[in-house]
């Protein structure tokens, strides 16, 4: 169940299934990595079956999201 895809922030990636001690469900880490980071990303832990069906609009979404939340703005930025 491994993808990948492309979205207009960067990459989104999605592992395998795998066991996790202590977690009944087999989990998945969704992986969101910008184009222009250096290899920094954000990702997210969850049960497998939560995305089973992932497609390319839930990887923009993710990505969106995650943008977000990687883009530090200072106070005295504008925001575009």
Not at 4 to 26: H, I, L, R, Y
Request: overall charge negative; glycine content about 8%.
């Amino acid at each position: 169940m491994s993808k990948v895809f492309t979205t207009k922030f960067g990459g989104v990636a999605m592992s395998k299934p795998f066991s996790m001690f202590g977690v009944d469900e087999k989990q998945v880490e969704v992986t969101y990595k910008p184009s222009n980071y250096s290899g920094w990303g954000i990702t997210k832990t969850c049960n497998a079956i939560e995305v089973e069906i992932f497609e390319q609009a839930d990887a923009e979404f993710f990505a969106e999201v995650a943008e977000g939340k990687l883009r530090i703005s200072r106070p005295t930025e504008k925001v575009a």
